[in-house]
């Protein structure tokens, strides 16, 4: 892990820009924040292929659709909280039913929007966007991991999720690290517990893993940015192998990584799991790093879970 | 194109022949909407007849005219038109809302040839249409495409989003159709909730409004040709439909919405249907 931050948001909007040169059919549209979500990266190289669709997000989407009807590969953001609540139903009849080729971008996830508050902290659209068939979902941890999904989810025929975030994050990946849809990435080979994590919390579970370490506590980190399709492999080896299951996540324990992960192993291996995030409840204003603590899904929580 | 009295002559018998099998999907399937389909009949028939640039031979032509039925629940009609137009053989028309068919309750682009857009959740359908236009001058094709709405489905807050964005994007190339037949689930549109005056509505978002009575045939043509020649802005039909047309007990009774007839009505109807 690098000392270098930057936030997902960003890397998606370079990555949008990148992408634009080299495919004609890519186009951009935002819901009045591509200033917030970077997809303005894209409109400033690409801007007749940019379409602001103004405060109308359930329009967006069905307008991303029917661009997609003709071939086009349509990257829509806003806040994952307008993207996923505002605009369910149309992600739901007009992209996912008919398994159309729309890319999803929810920026501004979870608790760490900070000060905004509960209104604009979207805790639920892991849990919403995973019971839509068709639907991929992604929750990348780092610049280099986003940049290789943006790219991926333009190759990858039908619809996509991805949810970034607001604050920026250590840098885990350099750039020859190989990535791949549907399985996981493991940090260490510790055997006293597995860390399952994913999104903007996996750089905590990183931290919280070498804090750990001088204490002779020895774990895995997983970082499970693709959330569907899961790695059930990963997650079955890592409840063989290691004694203690936790996940961490920056959304709520209910339907989000936790849920995933707890869906696996009781179907395959039943096996105890500690659920770290938001325990039914909504977000509340403050900085991104005091919210992470108070809420106990920081490096310091994960430590604390694991010395108990 | 010149249009003689004997096209529309053949339109109407196509138009008839459509309500014909309306009915028989919703009497087979003993599901449906026939009002909402009879209604919306003759646009259909002029459209996959007359006016859009189509070829059942070539159904993924991208350079083809586009039609999105917002108003999915309509699908009975948009069946029968494309079996009736070459799209699939008549005979999958019984398979009507059964298990494991093709013709699902509403559309399905995924299955069913000819079919440009799923749908069924109302409001969808002009952004969807918005989104098809847009391609269609980014990429210079210039093909058109049509968006038939519901009028109690112009309720929906989307749909006036999509009108600002038809509107904004001065998309030319997009004609929308409103199945004006005044008749919601719950009673008259403007019992319910008034849509009215749709036409200045619609004129204050920017469209080229048209007015005409929707189900007739001659009319029809003219002004989807005359809504070819506007520029720079989107059109907007506002057409004056009878609920349930073409058979007498079901015309502007509300019942019917989503109703299948019993033996001897599908019967009386059917007659209806095969008069001259």
């Known amino acids: 892990m690098k000392e270098e931050k930057k936030a997902t948001r960003q890397s998606y909007g370079e990555a949008l820009a990148q992408l634009g040169k080299n495919n004609e059919n890519i186009v951009v549209l935002d819901a009045d924040l591509a200033n917030a979500t970077k997809s303005q990266n894209f409109k400033k190289e690409f801007p007749e292929r940019f379409f602001d669709i103004g405060i109308a997000e359930q329009d967006m989407i069905a307008t991303a659709a029917g661009m997609a009807t003709c071939g086009k590969i349509p990257f829509a953001s806003t806040f994952a909280i307008f993207v996923t609540g505002r605009a369910y139903d149309q992600i739901r009849n007009s992209v996912c039913y008919p398994n159309l080729n729309v890319k999803l971008c929810g920026s501004h996830a979870g608790l760490t929007v900070g000060e905004d508050g509960a209104t604009h902290q979207m805790l639920e659209d892991i849990n919403i966007t995973k019971a839509i068939p068709n639907l991929k979902v992604f929750c990348p941890s780092d610049d280099t991991q986003t940049k290789w999904l943006v790219e991926e989810m333009a190759k990858v025929q039908g619809p996509c999720y991805i949810r970034t975030a607001r604050l920026a994050s250590p840098i885990i990946y350099d750039e020859n690290q190989k990535f791949e849809i549907g399985k996981a990435i493991q940090h260490g080979n510790g055997e006293d517990a597995t860390i399952f994590s994913t999104g903007i919390c996996v750089a905590e579970a990183l931290k919280a893993q070498k804090q750990l370490e001088a204490d002779g506590i020895n774990v895995r980190v997983i970082d499970m940015f693709s959330l569907k399709p899961v790695d059930e492999e990963i997650i079955l080896k890592c409840a063989r192998e290691t004694k203690r299951l936790i996940s961490v996540e920056d959304h709520s324990i209910i339907g989000g990584l936790g849920s995933i992960i707890a869906d696996v192993l009781s179907e395959k291996m039943p096996a105890k799991l500690t659920k770290l995030g938001v325990k039914d409840t909504f977000g509340e204003s403050g900085k991104a790093t005091e919210l992470m603590n108070k809420y106990k899904i920081d490096a310091e929580a994960i430590v604390e879970e694991l010395k108990k | 194109m010149k249009i003689t009295e004997q096209d529309i002559l053949h339109l109407k018998e196509i138009a008839k022949q459509i309500r014909r099998d309306i009915i028989e999907e919703v ?198 040709q005359k809504a070819k020649t506007i520029k720079g802005k989107p059109s907007a039909i506002i057409a004056k439909t009878v609920k349930g047309k073409g058979v007498s007990y079901m015309e502007n009774q509300v019942d019917w919405h989503g109703k299948a007839p019993n033996e001897e009505e599908y019967n009386k109807a059917m007659e209806e249907l095969s008069e001259a």
């Open chain 2, 27 to 224: 009497y087979n399937a003993q599901s449906g909407h026939p009002g909402g389909a009879l209604s919306c009949t003759d646009i259909l028939a002029v459209l996959y007849f007359n006016q859009m640039n189509i070829d059942p031979n070539k159904k993924d032509d991208p350079n083809r005219d586009r039609f999105v039925l917002s108003k999915g629940h309509a699908s009975a009609a948009l069946y029968a038109t494309l079996a009736e137009r070459g799209y699939f053989p008549k005979e999958e028309l019984k398979s009507f809302r059964k298990i494991n068919s093709l013709l699902q309750g509403h559309p399905d682009m995924k299955h069913v040839p000819g079919i440009d857009m799923s749908s069924g959740s109302l409001g969808q359908g002009l952004s969807v249409a918005n989104g098809m236009a847009i391609s269609s001058k980014l990429d210079e094709k210039g093909f058109r495409v049509y968006c038939l709405v519901g009028d109690g489905e112009i309720q929906e807050g989307q749909f006036w989003e999509a009108a600002m964005t038809s509107s904004h994007y001065k998309l030319d190339n997009l004609c929308l159709i409103i199945d004006n037949n005044n008749l919601q689930v719950d009673g008259n549109v403007d019992k319910v909730m008034s849509i009215y005056p749709i036409k200045q509505k619609l004129q204050s978002f920017g469209f080229e409004v048209f007015q005409v009575d929707g189900n007739d045939i001659d009319s029809l043509i003219t002004v989807f």
